[in-house]
């Protein structure tokens, strides 16, 4: 299994507070993203890093904010919880596919196991 | 932009039937195909991936997806399935070159004794 640690893996906050959820690879992988999963609407991307402080924007960013200082780690922050931030969300890294002549990122990714969150 | 539609959300069938999972997919450039499936309270995880080459691909676990650029499709099938395969599966794509994987909404496969 990829070395992905989410933390935490349930959290419940009220309206209002911040929220930091954090991803932790041991893969040394370029490659993380933050998806959140909602029912009827599979995994969405909300924000993905391709290096150590170089993030861009997913499809569905409002309302969050990521950084990214060492490899290994990838912080998601929610500066304002609301209720339709409710949901579960995963953290996926991906890396270089190793094979005969140049190598690629065929972007298969590793999953966390997810972070349950519950806004009030 | 890449997009996916999975035209199921939900797949009942009994044990040791056949099963076809559809997805299409909408790019104006190269990409890659991927499968991935989730288990009850579980992260995802990598089923099996077209990247370039023979157009039918196979997973260790008797799954196969067959991409077909004519149609924009890459179906799941299995022949015959089991309880175990019991799951969502979740079809994606990658524009060749890119950083992001899009995914589709998912299909909930249930399998009946």
């Known amino acids: 299994d990829a070395g992905i640690t989410q933390s935490p893996r349930h959290k419940v906050t009220e309206t209002g507070t911040p929220v930091t959820l954090r991803c932790h690879q041991t893969e040394n992988h370029r490659y993380m993203y933050w998806y959140r999963q909602d029912p009827g609407h599979g995994l969405r991307l909300i924000h993905y890093?391709?290096?150590?402080?170089?993030?861009d924007k997913g499809e569905v960013s409002d309302g969050y904010s990521v950084s990214r200082s060492k490899t290994e780690d990838f912080l998601l922050t929610l500066e304002s919880a609301t209720s339709s931030q409710t949901s579960v969300y995963f953290c996926?890294?991906?890396?270089?596919?190793?094979?005969?002549?140049?190598?690629?990122?065929?972007?298969?990714?590793?999953f966390g196991e997810g972070s349950r969150l519950t806004v009030l | 932009a890449q997009s996916v539609t999975q035209l199921d959300s939900q797949v009942p069938v009994f044990e040791e039937a056949p099963v076809e999972l559809r997805c299409n997919y909408s790019s104006s450039v190269s990409v890659y195909l991927f499968w991935y499936v989730q288990y009850p309270n579980q992260g995802l995880q990598l089923l099996l991936k077209y990247l370039s080459g023979s157009t039918l691909v196979e997973s260790i676990n008797g799954f196969e997806a067959e991409f077909n650029k004519s149609q924009t499709s890459f179906h799941l099938r299995k022949p015959s399935v089991h309880i175990s395969d019991t799951a969502e599966y979740f079809c994606?794509?990658?524009?060749?070159?890119?950083?992001?994987?899009?995914f589709g909404a998912g299909t909930r496969l249930f399998v009946k004794a």
């Open positions: 890093s391709y290096g150590v402080k170089d993030t």
């Open positions: 996926a890294i991906s890396g270089v596919q190793k094979r005969e002549g140049p190598n690629i990122n065929t972007g298969e990714l590793f």
């Open positions: 994606a794509v990658k524009r060749a070159g890119g950083f992001k994987t899009i």
